[in-house]
């Protein structure tokens, strides 16, 4: 691919797109990891000699950046199962690190640290994106966790993920922890929303009606140039059809096992309630995409604050009111699932407060010391 999307001169391109159900709503968790040197609160670009020391490790990943390792889950039924794995490599990554003068810090963004002064992860891919993509390439310095469930048939996941936008708005400012770039508070609880969407297969997904019609759009995407693989697709919500599973990538980084267990709860209630509610033959829900493009800007500027669009007639509601009784419809779920502790968390975070005020709550503290920020969400981890 060179740097501006050419059509491919030869060579067919399969318009089929072949997703590897699921037998049962498996769950998979992709947690992102800053580096940060425990002396300078900075980040570090040390992720390949971490990465050296871990080893042949299916369960640790490099990124795009040097400053970042991601720590992934097995295939697991339930939300505890995925969080006691993560546990265990966490351990051993996290020592790993500390032993070579550095921590892991889990957030969005990082509050002080200069993206000029990051290094990219040496890999084919990396280089295409950043040679395409330029200075929006490299402002990437954001962490974010992603959660997978497994779908049983492709047709269920066009209309599932299509509906699953209408709670874009309460995963996002559940999760909001990136206030801060470059030293200055943007005023956003989620700049990390707001920055992602820059690149150019980034942002909210198209609302198809069918797995057909989304064959079709990876084909044009290909045969013009702007992908050569499907992964390239960066939505906040996409299938991930190797995996036979729905990719919810909607959520900031997180800085600890706690919140991030009841965010994962919250996601996988979500996507099996519209799984089951169309198995029962229900028409899921939808809005129109002028609707998503707005609660999605609302979440990502006021948070937990933000009043949000609920349906196609345009009613509105505090995010938090619709959280509170969302929480309550969902509990036959989250006891199927076996995670109902995990969901009841959900009311933790408003009630205690959320990453990005948790943050500012402590700068604030600390006179403006972003280092103490960083020290905070560091802490977090052993919640």
Known sequence: MSSAPVSKPAGRVS?????????????????????????????????????????????????????????????????GEAMADLRATLGTVRQIVRDRGMELFGAGAHPFARWSAQKLTDAPRYAELIKRTQWWGRQMLIWGVHVHVGLSSAHKVMPIMSSLLNYYPHLLALSASSPWWAGEDTGYPSNRAMMFQQLPTAGLPFQFQTWSQFEKFVHDQKKTGIIEDINEIRWDI????????????????????????????????????????????ETLPTMPPWHHQENKWRAARYGLDAVIILDADSNERLVTEDLDDLLNRLEPIAKSLRCTDELAVVADIWQNGASYQRQRRVAEEHDGDLRAVVDSLVAELDI
């Not at 990891?33 to 299916?58: C, H, K, W, Y």
């Not at 991930?240 to 800085?255: A, K, Q, Y």
């Not at 996601?267 to 799984?275: E, F, K, R, S």
Request: a negative charge; proline letters at 5%; glycine letters at 8%.
């Open 238 to 281: 996409r299938p991930s059809p190797h995996n036979g599973t729905l990719e919810v990538r909607v959520c900031d980084g997180v800085s600890n096992l706690r919140e991030l267990g009841a965010l994962v709860a919250l996601t996988h209630c979500l996507v099996v309630d519209l799984d089951r509610r169309l198995d029962a033959g």
């Open 15 to 79: 318009r089929r797109v072949d997703f590897a159900a699921s037998p049962r709503p498996t769950l998979g968790v992709e947690w992102e990891f800053a580096l940060v040197d425990a002396q300078t609160r900075d980040l570090s670009n040390e992720a390949a000699a971490v990465m050296g020391d871990i080893g042949e490790n299916p369960c640790v990943h490099k990124e795009l950046l040097r400053n970042t390792v991601e720590i992934v889950s097995g295939v697991c039924d339930y939300t």
